[in-house]
């Protein structure tokens, strides 16, 4: 399981940055190098994430902002958990563990938390659960050793303080210390520290903090929908095991169930040990981290209640949850230990047989998702304002595009690897006419298409693939684009899969596919895809564009032809996904029952015409075609919005035949039309 795990993260890697990484650890960096020191307590979304901050600046400043430090301080951190709960197994066993510890270690280190696992961002969610588990059990050791108190007290003290840099729920650590310093009685001046701390921790912590937007509230799910957030809760804790039953797909019902069952069986072991005569701080140090992990739950689902329960399923809420299961499974090891060796044996071997087949998915290949990112980031690094290859990396473009700027120029992080580095600087500089110790690739440019949001630019894409190489790479890694007179006019990246090039040139081909971006001033006009490190080149055209994409405020203004114009219909008889009702509009789309319908629509149009267009966010296979004298077809893009189609290029005769068809049959593969009635 933890071969897997470490295959997994090693198969998922990308140094693209993601998500949160460009404010909270590319552009977070940049503030920092510049002088900001008040960054390191400024809010990210509701946390204070003090300590992944500090492991974000280590990884810029020791290692150049590659990622991976970050990536193996996550399963370092993981090993680490795993070792105060091996700890706690030894001492609550009156017998060898082995094979106890085996499941245990097993379960910690669950695919479940893929996203926490794989992604530089996530340290501050291990650190979040380590520091108050280390520092329940060492206040249990302080207990226990009195010759030795005050030492452990004093790293539990270290740790609960420092969890108040972690994330949001670090800040009932110190209270929950101080209540359980108090149950086991560890001397007044010791409970009167914590709770000096729990309240000075507070007040430093929510010193002008801001709620974050668009978040609900916990008093606002309590008043409006308790049973939700009671449900919510119970998702969270038991969304490793429903993750285990339904691997890949968790369900609320079986973790509501798993999560109730986590609740009872703690319930039944804090009430065995209020009414027993023998109360073990081991068994207080586990149950409290249990009810840490609850009141995160509850804070958790009343912020994000209003997203719906399967929220609660998330791949990073997995971790705690995993480790408030590893810690009733430290609770129930006499109980356990009480069957015989070969009932327990057999049982733990179905728990990892069952555990198994979700790990297996750790061995997915991540090509196509990395490959994404890399084209997001080439986006990024060239300025083109491409919101659908950006979304792979940042939901929004002109979002991202407001702060990140200053990073990108000093090529930090990614930016400042070989890959990425100086392409924005030679676009439209001079790079050769011809390089005569290239050879000829073999390959072709498959698309090139208008970005709604940045019309200085074309998106291409294609495959290429160097025969003559006898050793190393037959795909080049990137590739200059050059014009005519010898000037780089853009830039794309190979490593996209092409299985349906491999089938044909060969198994060396399969990541042969490229993505990337051209001046649109090139279209219509001879090319030369040229290898960055000149081992060969390709020749191509950029086609011209068969229309222009422009947004539009309000669709029932929009100018566009009459729906008389239907030479064929009858293959969109439906609509859009979202049932649009536009006025003086007709609606006429390939969404009939469900995104699987597929079908195509045929329409007269004379140059400089324009019609409404929308699809789904899948994008791919829905395909524009131009019948006529100047025939021609173009992949149409994602429009999650209604957009126009402006159909006035002087490639185009003055009356041709349009042809829209869609062959998407999966989520999010449908398209739409309106014409004026």
């Known amino acids: 399981m933890v071969v897997l795990a470490a295959i997994g993260g090693f198969r998922s890697f990308s140094a693209v940055p993601i998500w949160d990484m460009w404010d909270g650890y590319l552009s977070f960096y940049d503030k920092v190098s510049s002088g900001d020191g008040a960054v390191w307590w400024k809010q990210h979304n509701e946390h204070r994430i003090v300590l992944a901050k500090i492991l974000f600046w280590i990884d810029h400043r020791l290692f150049g902002g590659g990622v991976w430090f970050l990536v193996v301080v996550n399963y370092l951190l993981v090993a680490l958990a795993c070792a105060v709960f091996l700890l706690a197994l030894r001492e609550r066993s009156s017998e060898k563990t082995g094979v106890l510890a085996a499941l245990m ?10 996203e926490n696992l794989t992604w530089g961002f996530q340290s501050q969610f291990f650190l979040a659960q380590l520091l108050p588990l280390a520092a329940f059990y060492m206040l249990h050791r302080a207990s226990l050793e009195r010759q030795k108190a005050a030492l452990w007290f004093g790293g539990a003290l270290a740790c609960g303080i420092l969890a108040l840099g972690s994330m949001a729920n670090g800040v009932i650590t110190l209270p929950l210390m101080a209540l359980f310093c108090g149950m086991v009685r560890l001397g007044w001046r010791k409970c009167a520290t914590l709770v000096a701390l729990s309240a000075a921790g507070a007040v430093a912590y929510f010193h002008g903090y801001t709620s974050p937007a668009n978040h609900g509230s916990l008093r606002q799910a309590i008043l409006g929908d308790p049973i939700g957030l009671v449900t919510y809760v119970l998702c969270y804790i038991g969304g490793p095991i429903s993750a285990i039953v339904s691997p890949g797909r968790p369900t609320v019902l079986a973790a509501a169930l798993a999560g109730g069952f986590l609740v009872l069986a703690s319930v039944f072991f804090a009430w065995r040990w209020i009414s027993g005569p023998a109360r073990s701080t081991l068994e207080l140090a586990m149950l409290f981290f249990i009810l840490y992990v609850g009141g995160t739950a509850l804070g958790t689902g009343g912020g994000r209640l209003i997203f719906g329960l399967h929220q609660a399923l998330s791949s990073r809420y997995m971790t705690p949850a995993s480790m408030a299961w590893a810690a009733l499974f430290v609770l129930m090891v006499p109980v356990l230990q009480s069957f015989r060796r070969w009932v327990l044996g057999c049982g733990i071997l179905i728990a990892l047989s069952a555990m198994l087949p979700l790990q297996l998915h750790a061995l997915a290949s991540k090509a196509d998702t990395n490959f994404a990112r890399d084209v997001g980031a080439l986006a990024i690094e060239m300025g083109v304002k491409d919101g659908e290859s950006i979304a792979a990396v940042y939901p929004s473009a002109d979002a991202l595009f407001s702060f990140i700027g200053p990073a990108v120029e000093r090529d930090l992080s990614v930016f400042g690897s070989p890959r990425f580095l100086g392409i924005r600087e030679r676009l439209g500089r001079l790079r050769d006419k011809a390089d005569p110790t290239a050879g000829a690739c073999i390959g072709h440019l498959d698309v090139a298409s208008g970005i709604q949001t940045d019309a200085r630019f074309l998106r291409i894409q294609g495959w290429i693939f160097d025969p003559a190489q006898t050793s190393g790479a037959h795909v080049p890694a990137s590739l200059d684009i050059v014009d005519g007179e010898g000037r780089v006019v853009g830039h794309a990246f190979t490593g996209g899969p092409r299985p349906d090039v491999a089938a044909v040139v060969g198994k060396r081909a399969r990541a042969s596919g490229f993505k990337g971006y051209v001046l649109s001033a090139a279209q219509g006009m001879p090319v030369r895809l040229v290898d960055v490190a000149s ?71 004379k140059r400089g015409e324009t019609l409404l267009y929308r699809s789904g966010p899948t994008a791919g296979r829905q395909i524009l075609e131009i019948e006529g004298d100047k025939a021609g077809s173009a992949v149409l893009p994602a429009a999650t919005e209604w957009v126009l189609l402006d159909f006035s290029s002087q490639q185009l005769q003055e009356n041709f035949t349009v042809k829209f068809s869609d062959h998407g049959n999966g989520w999010g593969e449908w398209s739409a039309i309106a014409l004026r009635k």
């Not at 011209?544 to 539009?552: I, N």
């Not at 859009?576 to 609606?587: L, T």
């Open 105 to 114: 270690v097993a379960g910690l280190f669950s695919w479940s938390q893929e």
């Open 535 to 605: 081992r060969c080149q390709l020749s191509v055209n950029v086609p011209a564009q068969l229309y222009t994409l422009h947004q539009v405020s309000d669709p029932a203004a929009a100018q566009v032809i009459p729906d008389n114009r239907i030479l064929d219909g009858s293959g969109w008889a439906g609509t859009d996904s979202w049932k649009s009702d536009i006025r003086g509009m007709a609606v006429h789309g390939s969404f009939i029952h469900s995104d699987a319908d597929v079908g195509a629509i045929v329409l007269q149009m």
